[in-house]
Structures are given as structure tokens and as C-alpha cells.
């Protein structure tokens, strides 16, 4: 199926690794020039290399969308300058950062629930703020917010970030049925359950400290609650991205995207 994206310009960020990665890889084989962002300039420059590499070897020789990096903490201020600076307007954006560390609420402090909401709920609503008119303005828009299966069934020791990317939810669950929706620009949620990345074996390094086990128990045991019996990988993840943010998907606007192997359990 042919997207329909080949041309428009992304950005994607927590890029180098893991979900951003896998986002960046299947919109530049769409034919997406995309930037890249993250914080380590090392592993931001390899990663995109390496996906400059993928396209050429997929082109055969045609030519390649452009595959451009900022080395930059996209939380802040100042990284978001460092974007921007490179290039102001977007067709797409793919919003992405670290979660959150996990642990037992009662040791977090004022400054720890700061920096979740900064990094998971307001980072993400002053992309949306910086992009959404421009998209308006020239009918077409995809914005899509990486966050967490969490904020449908949440996981006890991921306190930070269940109740940061709740309020992001909340958020977006009124601003995407705004008149947003009639100049097709949408804004959705994709919310990945256990996948194969740093991020879950930081999780489940936690649990298994607390629990007195290995991690690599821990994984097979979370593997056993999921009806697909594996963890997710981060290819199938961006494949979904790339659709969410296809022509063929401008009616779907507002939503909570849930990929999880069918973990969850509720009906809605």
C-alpha cells in the first residue's frame, strides 16, 4: 500500500533507539524525509546512517528522502530551538521521551513529578502547539505521541509515568476534536505494551531487584501474560506510526492506539 506520505517532512523524536527509531525507519521507507532527535549525539549520528544506508539499498539507486539528526535534549528549551533551527515546519511529528524511572511513589519528590509532566505531557503539548496551525494552514497534519499502554491498565512501580502520559491522554482527547480535525490534521496516541527495547529491561531489571529474581525471569513471565507469548519489536511499531500517519488514515483523529500483544484485557 502506498502511503501516500513520500515528500512530506517528520519529525521524530527519541530517534536513535528503540519505538523513535523504528517510527524514523518506516516513514523514511515511505519515502518521509525525516529528522531525527535524541540526546546522544554517538548513537543519534550511527542510527542514522544506518537508515540512510537501508534507503539507498531499498531505492536501487533512485533517489533517497533526506535523513537529517539533531543532537539535542528535545525537553527543554534549548533543544527545541536546536529543532526548529534546523527546519520550523513539519507535516508530521512523532512525539518520544524517556519515561520516567520506576520505583515506589513514597521517594518521589516535587521535583521528580516535575520532570515526568515536563518530559511526558508538556513537551509533547508544545510540539502540538508549535505545528498544529502551520498544518492547518496547509490541510495536512499528522501528530503522533508515543506513550504507554499504562495509561489504560497502569503498572505499579511506573507511578511517574502513569500519571504524566494520563494527563497528556487527556489532553489530546480535546484538542484532536477541535477544528483541527476538519483541516486534516489528526492527533493520535500509540500506546506500546512490553516491547523489545532498553526501556523494558530497565523495568524489568526494577522488578527483578524487588522481587528477588532474574531479569530474563521476569521477561518470560511477563511473556506468559500475553496472549501473543512474545514481546513486541520496534519494526511492527513504526509500521503502525507510518499508517497512523498516512492519507488513508485522516478519519481516525483523538484515538489510543493499544499495541500489546492483547495484554489488555478490558473490552473498551
Known amino acids: 500500500?502506498?502511503?501516500?506520505?513520500?515528500?512530506?517532512?517528520?519529525?521524530?523524536?527519541?530517534?536513535?533507539?528503540?519505538?523513535?527509531?523504528?517510527?524514523a525507519q518506516a516513514l523514511a521507507h515511505e519515502g518521509v524525509n525525516v529528522i531525527m532527535v535524541a540526546r546522544g549525539e554517538e548513537v543519534l549520528a550511527s542510527s542514522a546512517a544506518k537508515l540512510v544506508a537501508s534507503c539507498q539499498a531499498q531505492a536501487g539507486g533512485k533517489p533517497v528522502p533526506s535523513i537529517e539528526f539533531v543532537a539535542a535534549d528535545i525537553t527543554t528549551e534549548e533543544g527545541r530551538a536546536a529543532v526548529f533551527a534546523k527546519r520550523r515546519d513539519f507535516d508530521i511529528v512523532v512525539t518520544n521521551a524517556g519515561g520516567p524511572p520506576p520505583g515506589d511513589?513514597?521517594?518521589?519528590?516535587?521535583?521528580?513529578?516535575?520532570?515526568?509532566?515536563?518530559?511526558?505531557?508538556?513537551?509533547?503539548?508544545?510540539?502540538?502547539?508549535?505545528?498544529?496551525?502551520?498544518?492547518?494552514?496547509?490541510?495536512f497534519g499528522r501528530i503522533v505521541n508515543i506513550t504507554s499502554s499504562s495509561v489504560k491498565a497502569p503498572i505499579d512501580v511506573l507511578g511517574l509515568s502513569n500519571g504524566a502520559r494520563s494527563g497528556l491522554t487527556g489532553f489530546v482527547a480535546g484538542v484532536a476534536r477541535t477544528p483541527l480535525a476538519a483541516a486534516n490534521v489528526t492527533i493520535n496516541n500509540l500506546l506500546p505494551g512490553v516491547f523489545d527495547t532498553d526501556r523494558i529491561k530497565g523495568v524489568s531489571k526494577v522488578?527483578?531487584?524487588?522481587?528477588?529474581?532474574?531479569?530474563?525471569?521476569?521477561?518470560?513471565?511477563?511473556?506468559?501474560?500475553?496472549?501473543?507469548?512474545?514481546?513486541?519489536?520496534?519494526?511492527?511499531?513504526g509500521s503502525t506510526c507510518a499508517f497512523l500517519c498516512s492519507q488513508q488514515a485522516s478519519y481516525i483523529t483523538g484515538q489510543n492506539v493499544l499495541m500489546d500483544g492483547g495484554a489488555y484485557p478490558g473490552t473498551y
Not at 513520500?6 to 527509531?21: D, E, M, R
Not at 516535587?110 to 515536563?118: F, G, H, L, M
Not at 511526558?120 to 498544529?132: A, D, F, G, H, R
Open 1 to 23: 500500500m502506498d502511503l501516500g506520505i513520500a515528500g512530506k517532512w517528520a519529525l521524530v523524536c527519541g530517534a536513535s533507539k528503540g519505538l523513535g527509531l523504528g517510527c
Open 105 to 139: 511513589f513514597r521517594a518521589w519528590d516535587r521535583q521528580a513529578w516535575i520532570k515526568a509532566v515536563d518530559a511526558n505531557m508538556l513537551t509533547p503539548i508544545e510540539l502540538i502547539k508549535s505545528q498544529v496551525d502551520g498544518m492547518a494552514a496547509r490541510g
Open 207 to 237: 522488578q527483578a531487584e524487588k522481587a528477588g529474581t532474574t531479569v530474563e525471569a521476569v521477561v518470560e513471565a511477563r511473556k506468559k501474560t500475553i496472549p501473543a507469548r512474545r514481546l513486541g519489536n520496534i519494526e511492527e511499531f
